[in-house]
């Protein structure tokens, strides 16, 4: 080997062996660098969870469950914390939202605010959401419900009650059995379903001046009334879309009103405005001294709390089709940011599930719109009061909903004084319709304000009209 060569190959080790050093050295200092670096914080230990808010009214049942329902969420989920909000009722929720007291991200919301809430912009719509989630609201909630809560070609606000007005009546005074013994008309075995005649036979047969009980009392508002018309083939607003006004005075409404307050306004059948002002129907039906009332399902805890008390339910009585009212209640989302939107999207799939609404619905108080919990023991309750349960979820088909319109409540106020007047006026007037035309006449100022009087105030007013639906 030449000199050269060797020079070569000790130059060439000397720089391997710099390098290597100079290697170890930099990492050696890369570490120690490292080191005094703060360490990261863990993302999934320290950051805060995103905080939402859920705002329910009801009974402190009602209230227990619903904090279940958010505590088993929030036990489960991750980088979400769910506050629960209450108030004892919806107006009381409403006010404070209204007046910017309360920003729920998620709410309960009465149907008849649903026209209030969307044009105020206070609910995010939920078709893209629900589908992004996979909920099949087309397989588990009826065709109406989702309708009932649809607006501008989408789904508001999640259907989640629906209760029909139905008949509460005492098995005592109202004993069907007794009656058909004496051979007065009743309906059928199966207890499902009955007509005006055989309603009728019913509050005479608990009417006994000796005990000092009553048939029937039904509430003096447009509501309470609605199911006689409808059932009597006459309609409550003049179109079910964009109503002008009321209908009372139109073709069947007025023989359907006319049959049934020839009932209601019986002094010998009904409770007097003496003894409402002593104490509310309701009382009168828990001492047992009233034998039929009309009621939503919320009834039924407050029924089976009073002591010996034994009570069934039936639909609203038929004067030609078996037609009623309900209260629907959805779950609305607030509008914000997609990452606040998202979150209570997610949540909103919890609340909906049957455990959740299954949780809610054995306290008694809710009919869920849910069908796989509607028919489920959870609502049903075999065993206890009312036998025929089933009567709510046969009755859900029937209900005829109320035009979405933003001022359903100042109407009702509107013409209270006048509704009452029809039930506790000591002479039903003869002409009757002219009464229920003006009453008709009274409402456009609210839902027609645009509209001119005739000349002739006892013309009958005009209108287009279209036939209530009812629900499937």
């Not at 089976?304 to 339910?313: H, I, Q, T, W, Y």
């Amino acid at each position: 080997m030449t000199q050269s060569g060797r020079l070569g190959w000790r130059t060439g080790a000397t720089v391997l062996v710099v390098a290597i050093t100079v290697l170890v050295g930099m990492l050696v200092l890369s570490a120690r660098d490292h080191d005094k670096q703060p360490a990261a914080p863990a993302a999934s230990t320290s950051a805060k969870p995103l905080r939402l808010e859920f705002a329910v009214w009801g009974s402190k049942a009602e209230i227990d469950a619903y904090a279940g329902v958010v505590a088993d969420y929030n036990a489960s989920s991750e980088g979400t914390e769910v506050a629960l909000r209450s108030w004892p009722s919806a107006e009381a929720m409403l006010t404070d939202v209204r007046a910017g007291k309360a920003d729920p991200d998620l709410y309960l919301l009465p149907r008849s605010d649903l026209a209030e809430t969307v044009a105020q912009k206070r609910n995010q719509p939920l078709l893209d959401l629900l589908n992004e989630r996979e909920i099949a609201i087309g397989d588990d909630f009826s065709r109406d419900a989702v309708s009932a809560f649809s607006m501008a070609d989408d789904l508001q606000c999640m259907p989640y009650t629906t209760s029909p007005m139905v008949m509460y009546y005492n098995t005592e005074l109202v004993d069907f059995d007794a009656m058909a013994q004496a051979g007065l008309p009743t309906p059928n075995e199966e207890r499902v379903s009955w007509n005006f005649t055989q309603f009728r036979a019913a509050a005479e047969f608990a009417s006994r001046p000796r005990e000092r009980t009553r048939g029937v009392y039904i509430e003096p508002s447009l509501d309470g009334l609605a199911p006689f018309v409808y059932s009597g083939g006459g309609q409550v607003y003049d179109n079910q879309v964009a109503p002008t006004r009321l209908a009372l005075g139109d073709g069947d409404a007025v023989g359907a009103l006319r049959q049934t307050l020839e009932l209601l306004r019986d002094p010998r059948l009904t409770l007097s405005s003496k003894q409402l002002a002593r104490q509310p129907a309701l009382e009168w039906f828990k001492r047992g001294k009233l034998g039929m009332i009309a009621g939503y399902r919320d009834l039924t805890p407050q029924l089976r709390a009073v002591e010996g008390l034994s009570f069934d339910v039936m639909p609203m009585p038929s004067l030609g089709r078996n037609l009623t009212v309900g209260e629907l209640s959805g779950i609305c989302l607030s509008p914000g940011k997609p990452g606040r939107v998202s979150a209570a999207a997610n949540f909103l799939t919890y609340l909906v599930s049957d455990e959740a609404i299954a949780r809610v619905t054995e306290t008694g108080y809710i009919q869920p719109t849910k069908l796989t919990v509607a028919f489920s023991p959870a609502f049903l309750q075999p065993g206890r009061a009312p036998e025929h349960a089933i009567v709510f979820n046969n009755s859900v088909r029937n209900i005829v909903l109320d035009p979405l319109i933003t001022d359903g409540a100042q109407l009702r106020a509107l013409v209270a004084s006048d509704i009452v007047a029809l039930l506790i006026d000591p002479v039903l007037p003869d002409d009757l319709d002219a009464v229920l035309r003006s009453i008709d006449e009274k409402s456009r100022s609210l839902l027609d304000p645009d509209y001119e009087p005739a000349d002739d105030p006892s013309a009958s007013p005009g209108g287009s009209s279209s036939e209530p639906q009812p629900a499937d």
